[in-house]
């Protein structure tokens, strides 16, 4: 059973700076990639920010500059954690973190949390 949980989310002022990070357990026997993932009420989700086994990250246009996609991998947990920084109301959304992953008997696919909120408000 793999279980992927992220936090970190919250109220943020315009501006300001918010740090995700998503902790994942379980049989995984190898990760392609990790990322995140939003939602806006209304929107179909997207990407944010991708990072792969080798370390190649992919953002969305909209979060270049502003938000930085990480990965470690210390102590057999795999982590990915997004830094938000100079945040925008448009960046409002539910926040997901995503695994493509090979897990122990099954073949590769995507593995999802359940989201944390992100409001940028003031």
């Known amino acids: 059973q793999v279980q992927i949980v992220e936090s970190g989310g919250g109220l943020v002022q315009p501006g300001g700076s918010l740090r995700l990070s998503c902790a994942t357990s379980g049989a995984i026997f190898s990760i392609a990639a990790m990322g995140w993932y939003r939602q806006a009420p209304g929107n179909q989700r997207e990407l944010v920010a991708k990072?792969?086994?080798?370390?190649?990250?992919?953002?969305a246009d909209s979060v270049k500059g502003r938000f930085t996609i990480s990965r470690s991998s210390e102590n057999a947990k795999n982590t990915v954690s997004l830094q938000m920084n100079s945040l925008k109301p448009d960046d409002t959304a539910v926040y997901y973190c995503?695994?493509?992953?090979?897990?122990?008997?099954?073949?590769?696919?995507?593995?999802w949390g359940r989201g944390t909120q992100v409001t940028v408000s003031s």
């Open positions: 995503n695994m493509d992953a090979w897990v122990s008997g099954a073949p590769r696919r995507n593995y």
């Open positions: 990072i792969t086994s080798g370390g190649t990250t992919n953002y």
